[in-house]
């Protein structure tokens, strides 16, 4: 069986440079393949946990998030969240830019809250398999001391 991408997700800077990626995929095994430019990791995780995602992403609307300058949000200084779904049909790619800025404004900006909550929800669905949470980065990693 040929491995079928089922989620991408890559956290750029403002020059398209990659900061994180993660990549879900069902093939013979389900594995999830993680980036970052401190590490590289792969991961095999279970069926019912890829059956879950793969529910997930079937139900996914990926709408135009709303504009950080209408509902009068702060910029930061440019990141690039770009999404990759496929729903068991089709492959869609949606690109959000500075993602990170709507946190805790979900009620404003339903749009920009379902990418967040996606990733918020792959976080929990991984993280028994050992994936880390820094691979869901909305924003630039802090630096460590």
Request: hydrophobic content about 35%; glycine content about 6%; proline content about 6%.
């Amino acid at each position: 069986m040929e491995d079928r991408i089922w989620f991408e997700y890559t956290l750029q800077d403002a020059w398209h440079w990659p900061v994180s990626y993660i990549r879900i995929t069902e093939g013979e095994k389900p594995k999830v393949i993680c980036w970052t430019s401190q590490e590289s990791r792969f991961f095999e995780i279970g069926e019912e946990t890829m059956n879950r995602i793969k529910e997930r992403m079937m139900r996914l609307e990926l709408k135009e998030p709303e504009s950080p300058f209408v509902t009068g949000l702060a910029v930061s200084d440019g990141v690039i969240n770009v999404f990759a779904v496929f729903n068991g049909k089709t492959r869609r790619e949606r690109t959000v830019y500075n993602l990170g800025v709507y946190m805790g404004h979900e009620a404003q900006c339903p749009n920009a809250a379902e990418y967040l909550r996606l990733l918020e929800e792959l976080e929990e669905l991984l993280e028994p398999y050992g994936v880390p949470g820094s691979f869901f980065l909305t924003d630039y990693p802090e630096e460590e001391e």
